[in-house]
Structures are given as C-alpha cells and as structure tokens.
C-alpha cells in the first residue's frame, strides 16, 4: 500500500521564528478512495502571491 508523507506543525506553541523542531514529518499509509472520490498526487505546490 503506497505510504504518505506530510509536514506538520509540532505539539506545543508555535514561536515567533521557526525552528526546527517546531515541524514534525509524518508518515501513514493512503486511505483507499470510497465511492465517488478520487486520489490524487501533488506534484508541484505555489505559494506565489501573486496567484
């Protein structure tokens, strides 16, 4: 079963600079997709402004 990578913020407050451990990579297998639904992949993210 394919596996699933996904950045999350950590337990606890959140400070005004990030740093490393304010971040936590997690990882759980894909849900199968039920009735009507699809599964996708994300390729490419932008966070431009402008968009």
Do not use: C, N
């Amino acid at each position: 079963m394919p596996r699933d990578r996904h950045w999350t913020l950590a337990d606890g407050a959140v400070p005004s600079f990030p740093q490393p451990d304010t971040f936590v990579l997690k990882e759980r297998a894909v849900p199968a997709p039920g009735p009507g639904q699809a599964l996708t992949r994300t390729i490419y993210v932008s966070l431009d402004p402008y968009q």
